[in-house]
């Protein structure tokens, strides 16, 4: 089979057919991309053009309260500063580490009335100039482009209110979440309206919802029934009737959630977290006529030659099966891993993921 684009990969796999071989895209941590710099990445180099990985394009709107962004404090090694969220937030500069959350804005009712009243799906809130330059070059060379929504639990809990206030406000709240939870898609949708009547087109609509930790979910079954399912099943209605395909990404053991999503139509689902519990085998065989699988390589054995091939020589076959697969980690490539331990397992995916 001739070589395809990214384009033409992505939809097989979303059509559930095969292709010349199954897309392989991942995130890098920034740390990781400083180590491979040190080791031979040039610095003009886009890293996906230098490993010949598969090109993909996201597009996010700002749907949010537009708090005053600042630097509170700067040291080499971490940031620390408040967000468009209301967010004050830590970050390390050169560690592959995940933000520490320090303090919110946003604390009760009262004040997400005022962080809403300032929510105005407004032109500026759109990034024209990024599309300007870069969108008929994408289209041209077969990207994959996403717009990306942004909204529900996971979003709420770490980059808007807090986690312990949010799992108290689901059960002793319910109605604050709710319509924090629809407000934020309300916004967003009215944004990439705006966006799709100036002629900008999309392949998928992706969004973050980590809504699993390790062998459990945050909230019961009839919680996420009540409150977010709801709102999940908007986003996917919407995408489709724009001509996009929905794809969720979220961390933890969200198994009992697989078959609410695939009932409300979900196309594919990102990360399958191994060290979870996220079965990734046992999901194809149980929904892979449904669903588009997108990771499930365990990034705690990337940093291991032996350990690691073995998972893709083991997974990857049996995954790519009748198309419906994506390649990835099951988070993100983590700094311990070399440059050309990363170009071997590229070379490695591509050869195992060939049809």
């Not at 040291?75 to 620390?80: E, G, Q, R, S, W």
């Not at 908007?234 to 395909?245: C, L, Y």
């Not at 979220?250 to 191994?274: F, H, K, Q, T, Y």
């Not at 997108?294 to 073995?310: C, F, M, S, T, Y």
Request: charge should be negative.
């Amino acid at each position: 089979m001739s070589e395809m684009t990214s384009h033409e990969r992505f939809s097989r796999m979303y059509e559930h057919r095969e292709a010349d071989r199954v897309p392989i895209i991942d995130e890098p941590w920034a740390a990781t991309l400083e180590r491979w710099r040190r080791e031979g990445l040039p610095e003009d180099t886009d890293w996906t053009d230098f490993f010949g990985v598969d090109k993909t394009a996201l597009i996010a709107v700002d749907n949010s309260p537009r708090y005053e962004c600042k630097v509170l404090e700067e040291t080499d090694d971490y940031i620390v500063e408040t967000t468009c969220w209301g967010l004050t937030v830590k970050n390390w500069k050169h560690a592959a580490s995940t933000p520490q959350f320090l303090d919110y804005t946003i604390r009760d009712p009262d004040s997400w009335r005022e962080a809403k009243a300032r929510m105005t799906p407004t032109r500026d809130r759109i990034p024209w100039a990024t599309l300007e330059k870069n969108y008929a070059t994408w289209r041209e060379r077969g990207y994959w482009l996403s717009a990306r929504l942004w909204f529900g639990f996971d979003v709420t809990h770490s980059w808007a209110v807090g986690t312990e206030r949010m799992l108290m406000a689901l059960i002793d709240n319910p109605d604050w979440c709710a319509d924090m939870f629809n407000t934020y898609l309300d916004v967003n949708l009215a944004l990439l309206e705006i966006l799709l009547e100036e002629g900008y087109t999309f392949d998928c609509a992706t969004w973050p919802d980590d809504m699993g930790y390790k062998g459990h979910q945050f909230f019961s079954m009839q919680t996420y029934r009540d409150l977010l399912k709801p709102v999940q099943r908007r986003a996917i209605e919407w995408a489709h009737a724009h001509g996009m395909k929905a794809h969720l990404h979220s961390c933890g053991d969200v198994r009992p959630l697989v078959p609410e999503l695939i009932e409300m139509g979900l196309d594919a689902l990102n990360p399958l977290e191994v060290k979870a519990g996220m079965d990734t085998l046992w999901l194809k065989q149980t929904y892979g006529d449904d669903l588009v699988l997108h990771g499930g390589i365990n990034a705690v054995l990337w940093d291991k030659p032996e350990a690691i091939q073995a998972e893709i020589l083991q997974k990857t076959p049996a995954l790519k099966k009748g198309g419906g697969y994506i390649f990835s980690s099951d988070h993100s490539v983590p700094s311990s891993v070399s440059l050309e331990q990363f170009r071997s397992i590229v070379n490695l995916a591509k050869s195992a993921g060939s049809y």
